[in-house]
């Protein structure tokens, strides 16, 4: 690891932007003090990895509508149900009543459904690549088990569009490891003849320095690039029975990012066969378009146009405690990051 931080040390070319995607990145690189090693011709810069920030406000006022006027019950990773709504969240809509609780898989929120037959479950289905099979596997078990009082309301997404929609906020990526141990590699080399470049990487200390020393050497000969840091996890193939599953269950859709917008098939939707397990479409949703705290920049944070610090309420009106935004809110977040691990940096 020694020669590998010299590399990264040693470099001193024109400064070389390289956005960490995965929020587990993020927060891994700030608690091992990576970014006090290196130098300051090398920028990084945190992107939109965290499933739970670039959930779109929409989302959280649909899943209060669905525990308030339906009457669900909401199953959750615990992140999200902090995460402010357009007037509310459901953390605070539970301790007005409302029945949301808090799972540490979705195969919990399934087995709640099972053993509660009375109740109508929904399971907050959020997260990227790494997330979506486990969702997928309940529906699928939902109906083959005829379960038919569980459901899944989605705000999936997929990696590859975001990566093209942040290509000029960077010179190259520190691709997410877990993503790829399900996609496998095929997509970053077809972003490498884009002229797109970047380096799966691990998340010991170790295997960062690593990646970052690969990718500055590679950077310095001038071409696109790509190299898998992470072999002991990732494969060229990915997982193919895993992505099987979603393909079996999900399609793709178009989605919408907070801060970002809307991207064509950047989501992930349940296919028409498994209709009955959309919630959107049992509990015939209206359309909700919810509204951020216009001081919150999660918005530019995500896309690597700001950096938390740059926020007139980071650390002030928008603590882990009282968060404003989502970026504060999960353990993925680069506010978090910033805020329990150096705001300065
Ligand atoms: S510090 Fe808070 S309000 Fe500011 S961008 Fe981050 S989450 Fe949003």
């Known amino acids: 690891m020694k020669q590998a931080l010299e590399i990264v040390q040693g470099y001193q070319g024109p400064t070389l932007r390289i956005m960490e995607v995965c929020g587990t990145h993020t927060h891994e690189i700030f608690r091992k003090g990576i970014r ?4 300051e011709t090398i920028e990084l810069i945190s992107g939109p990895g965290c499933p739970v920030c670039v959930t779109p406000v929409d989302f959280i006022d649909e899943a209060i509508l669905l525990a308030t006027e339906h009457g669900c019950t909401i199953c959750t990773f615990g ?26 898989s979705p195969m919990d929120a399934l087995a709640y459904a099972k053993e509660n037959p009375e109740k109508q479950v929904v399971f907050l289905s959020v997260g990227f690549e790494t997330t979506i099979p486990a969702c997928c596997l309940t529906v699928w078990q939902a109906k083959q088990e005829k379960v038919d009082n569980y459901s899944l309301l989605t705000a999936n997404k997929t990696m590859p569009q975001a990566y093209r929609a942040m290509k000029d906020a960077c010179e190259l990526f520190l691709y997410p490891g877990h993503v790829h141990a399900i996609t ?29 020393a690969v990718a500055v050497t590679r950077f310095q000969q001038g071409k696109p690039f790509f190299e898998n840091c992470y072999p002991r996890i990732v494969k060229p193939e990915g997982n193919p029975a895993a992505v099987h599953l979603i393909h079996q269950v999900m399609e793709p859709c178009d989605a919408l990012w907070r801060g970002i917008g809307e991207m064509k098939d950047s989501g992930m939707r349940l296919r028409s066969e498994y209709a009955a397990w959309d919630a959107r479409l049992k509990y015939n949703l209206p359309k909700v378009e919810g509204k951020p705290n216009p001081v ?22 928008c603590t882990p405690e009282h968060p404003i935004g989502a970026c504060m809110v999960s353990d993925e977040g680069a506010c978090s990051a910033f805020y329990l691990y150096g705001g300065a940096l």
């Open 36 to 39: 006090k090693v290196l130098p």
């Open 184 to 212: 496998g590699t095929k997509i970053c080399e077809q972003m490498k003849e884009e002229g797109i470049s970047g380096v799966v990487a691990g998340f010991t200390t170790k295997e960062l320095i690593t990646a970052l």
């Open 296 to 317: 919150c920049r999660c918005g530019q944070v995500l896309q690597g146009q700001c950096k938390p610090t740059d926020c007139p309420v980071f650390g002030r009106g």
């Open 79 to 104: 992140d999200l149900v902090r995460v402010p709504g357009t007037r509310q969240s459901l953390a605070s809509m539970r301790a007005q009543g409302a029945d949301v609780r808090i799972v540490y």
